[in-house]
């Protein structure tokens, strides 16, 4: 046993869902010796400095903070090694190296937006909404050569509903996983953490799904796609990277348009016909049904409701969806 006073964490993200996980250690008093993020970045038009959320956080509680360009760099290491962990804790972050993530005594654990070994990869919310599940959850494992594969230290479910969309999974997601962190340290420092392989979490009859980062490509809508299967594609692609077609109009221009939000209604419509009352409804006619558009983004515009789309483009049934 070992009390968290005395137990050195170093913890290692970037994103705003990994600061929930950040905040709760924090809060409840473990010892957070340091903190490892991504280096700051030039974004925007004004190229102004951009810090990562996690990097935000530590500064304000005064948690020293790496930056490091590459995880073998040895000035990197040197400075790790310095911090003397014994416990490092990797929520969002990077494939690690196993020379950072072999140095603690206690090892090193992540967080996975998953119920392993479903859904190993880069998105596994995403791809967990687009292919329709009805429950998802978080896993802790430690980590071992292979990306995703380590022995499972604890996991907990989460109901995906009809409606939610890949934001509001990982909005619910990030409290779960922030609370099975704390769980899973309590269970290290008492000695009490047992862990098991993903092998025996393998069922003769279930496939196992992977969860390969996401591309521009991947967010084409196919309309000749049942129509459940377009309107799962959209919600599990917003309201990031955001699912995407191409409009072509009567005269054979073309536009792209982002739909983030959608209602599957009946329809016996073409494939591909858009029909709209040009005031605040959109019809997009598919495979075995049809979406009415309730939130998109045209090419070079903002996001807007339908409502506000329909008042500067009134056109919408001239075009065609492919």
Same mark, same amino acid.
């Given at each position: 046993?070992?009390?968290?006073?005395?137990?050195?964490?170093?913890?290692?993200?970037?994103?705003?869902?990994?600061?929930?996980?950040?905040?709760?250690?924090?809060?409840?008093?473990?010892?957070?010796?340091?903190?490892?993020?991504?280096?700051?970045?030039?974004?925007?038009?004004?190229?102004?400095?951009?810090?990562?959320?996690?990097?935000?956080?530590?500064?304000?509680?005064n948690?020293?903070?790496? $930056?490091? /360009?590459k995880?073998k *760099?040895?000035?990197? &290491?040197?400075?790790?090694?310095?911090?003397?962990? !014994?416990?490092?804790? =990797?929520?969002?972050?990077?494939?690690?190296?196993?020379?950072v993530?072999?140095?603690?005594?206690?090892?090193?654990?992540?967080?996975?937006?998953?119920?392993l070994?479903?859904?190993?990869?880069?998105?596994?919310?995403?791809?967990?909404?687009?292919?329709?599940?009805?429950?998802?959850?978080?896993?802790?494992?430690?980590?071992?050569?292979?990306?995703?594969?380590?022995?499972?230290?604890?996991?907990?479910?989460?109901?995906?509903?009809?409606?939610?969309?890949?934001g509001?999974?990982?909005?619910?997601?990030?409290?779960?996983?922030?609370?099975?962190?704390?769980?899973?340290?309590?269970?290290?420092?008492?000695?009490?953490?047992?862990?098991?392989? $993903?092998? /025996?979490?393998?069922? *003769?009859?279930?496939? &196992?799904?992977?969860?390969?980062?996401?591309?521009? !490509?991947?967010?084409? =809508?196919?309309?000749?796609?049942?129509?459940?299967?377009?309107?799962?594609?959209?919600?599990?692609?917003?309201?990031?990277?955001?699912?995407?077609?191409?409009?072509?109009?009567?005269?054979?221009?073309t536009?792209?348009?982002?739909?983030f939000?959608?209602?599957?209604?009946?329809?016996?419509?073409?494939?591909?016909?858009?029909?709209?009352?040009?005031?605040?409804?959109?019809?997009?006619?598919?495979?075995?049904?049809?979406?009415?558009?309730?939130?998109?983004?045209i090419?070079?515009?903002?996001?807007?409701?339908?409502?506000?789309?329909?008042?500067?483009?009134?056109?919408?049934?001239?075009?065609?969806?492919?």
């Open positions: 046993m070992i009390s968290k006073e005395k137990l050195r964490i170093v913890f290692m993200g970037t994103p705003d869902f990994a600061v929930e996980s950040l905040k709760e250690l924090v809060e409840n008093k473990y010892n957070v010796v340091g903190v490892v993020t991504v280096a700051d970045k030039k974004a925007g038009r004004g190229q102004k400095i951009r810090t990562s959320p996690v990097k935000d956080f530590a500064v304000k509680n948690i020293l903070v790496l $930056q490091p /360009e995880l *760099d040895e000035t990197f &290491l040197k400075e790790l090694k310095a911090l003397n962990a !014994d416990l490092q804790i =990797i929520v969002a972050f990077r494939m690690l190296p196993e020379v993530w072999n140095m603690p005594k206690l090892g090193s654990f992540n967080l996975h937006g998953s119920l070994p479903q859904y190993r990869g880069a998105a596994p919310i995403n791809w967990a909404v687009i292919n329709g599940d009805k429950e998802t959850g978080v896993t802790t494992f430690f980590l071992q050569h292979e990306i995703d594969t380590g022995n499972i230290i604890d996991q907990k479910t989460m109901p995906i509903s009809e409606n939610d969309n890949a509001i999974v990982h909005d619910k997601m990030m409290v779960l996983g922030a609370d099975l962190v704390l769980e899973t340290v309590a269970k290290i420092c008492n000695g009490t953490a047992e862990t098991k392989p $993903q092998s /025996e979490y393998f069922k *003769d009859d279930v496939i &196992l799904n992977p969860a390969p980062k996401i591309f521009k !490509d991947d967010c084409k =809508i196919d309309w000749s796609e049942p129509i459940k299967s377009v309107y799962n594609k959209i919600r599990g692609l917003s309201p990031y990277p955001a699912a995407w077609t191409e409009l072509t109009h009567t005269d054979g221009t536009t792209t348009l982002k739909i939000d959608t209602e599957i209604i009946e329809s016996e419509n073409i494939i591909g016909e858009i029909t709209s009352d040009g005031k605040q409804s959109i019809i997009i006619n598919g495979n075995g049904g049809a979406l009415s558009i309730k939130s998109l983004q090419s070079g515009k903002k996001r807007m409701n339908t409502k506000e789309f329909l008042n500067g483009f009134k056109t919408i049934q001239d075009y065609r969806v492919k």
